[in-house]
């Protein structure tokens, strides 16, 4: 079996903080580049956030650029999604995927995907 789990959602006041993880069952995640991504209702599901499989590649949406952090810990097998500031508009299910090549490239497909993890920010 191979799937990634998100944890670390919940429901934080506007300009509280989250740290999300994606943690990997069945392989080794160190081998892949890792995506966040956020769906909110009646909304197409948008990139988030990438890593390379050594942390030396990122990139971030504009929406969540100077508030969002990617990191990963490969000895922990786990890629992580430090979340400041946040605002209602972050509202959303998050999910962390693994994708086909270790960069953060155009063309790289998705391979597995996790569950998913919702973030509701609201006072």
């Known amino acids: 079996q191979l799937q990634l789990v998100e944890s670390g959602g919940g429901l934080v006041q506007p300009g509280g903080s989250l740290r999300l993880s994606c943690a990997a069952s069945?392989?080794?995640?160190?081998?892949?580049?890792i995506g966040w991504f956020r769906q909110a209702p009646g909304k197409e599901r948008e990139g988030v956030s990438c890593?390379?499989?050594?942390?030396?590649?990122?990139n971030y949406a504009d929406s969540v650029k100077g508030r969002f952090t990617i990191s990963r810990d490969n000895a922990k097998n786990t890629v992580y999604l430090q979340m400041n500031s946040l605002k209602p508009e972050d509202t959303a299910v998050y999910y962390c995927?693994?994708?086909?090549?270790?960069?953060?490239?155009?063309?790289?497909?998705?391979?597995?995907w996790g569950q998913g993890t919702q973030v509701t920010v609201s006072s």
């Open positions: 890593i390379s499989t050594s942390g030396g590649n990122t």
């Open positions: 069945g392989f080794t995640l160190n081998h892949y580049a």
């Open positions: 995927a693994a994708y086909r090549f270790g960069l953060c490239v155009m063309n790289n497909g998705v391979l597995y």
